[in-house]
């Protein structure tokens, strides 16, 4: 007798734990977010537009922080990545040209900028060091990883993933979107 009012205990605790906890994940549910994400709703859908975003990724776990719209200044230094001509600051033969995802180089505090490098479709591994923005061209799309992380998906076309400083890249995986 005493084991089937335990168990009726039990059952009562785990229906009134339930009922409480209802409320919360309702609200998760209104809001658009599931657990783990990191992304609000109308941040996701930008960055599903197709026009030219820039993504904050935490350089830690490699997850995105917040999307926004690119401005028309930073649009404007970005087409200057595809400069071909010898005064644009890229690696040869590693251009960052037109079709081609850009790792810029970011200023050091004891000289001027390293050198942006400009990938090709496919995956492509390496070390490269003082690593800032990558820029992915409209037509691909763009998973990069350093020596911490990698970013959670395919980034792209026509995004700007920031990492938010001076990463050591080890791979880029570009493909056609």
């Known amino acids: 007798m005493k084991i089937s ?15 409480a906890s209802g409320p919360s994940v309702a609200n998760a549910a209104d809001s658009g977010a599931t657990e783990g994400d990191t992304l609000s709703v109308s941040e996701e859908n930008l960055l599903q537009s197709g ?6 990724i935490d350089e830690e776990t490699g997850l995105p922080l917040h999307v926004e719209q690119l401005t028309q200044t930073e649009l404007n230094e970005l087409a200057g990545l595809t400069d ?3 005064s644009a600051r890229t690696a040869y033969p590693n251009a960052c040209t037109t079709g081609r995802g850009c790792w810029r180089g ?6 001027p900028p390293s050198q942006s490098i400009g990938f090709s479709v496919g995956v492509t591994t390496g070390t490269w060091n003082n ?33 938010g400083g001076n990463v050591v890249g080890t791979k880029v995986d570009l493909v056609r979107s």
């Open 5 to 19: 009012s335990i168990f009726g205990s039990i059952a009562v605790g785990l229906l009134v734990v339930s009922v």
């Open 51 to 56: 026009v030219p975003v820039k993504v904050v």
């Open 84 to 86: 071909t001509s010898a």
């Open 106 to 111: 970011v200023a050091l505090p004891s000289g």
């Open 131 to 163: 690593r800032g923005d990558f820029w992915v061209p409209a037509g691909v799309k763009a998973k990069i990883c350093w020596v911490s992380n990698c970013t959670d998906r395919h980034y792209g076309p026509s995004v700007l993933i920031e990492t």
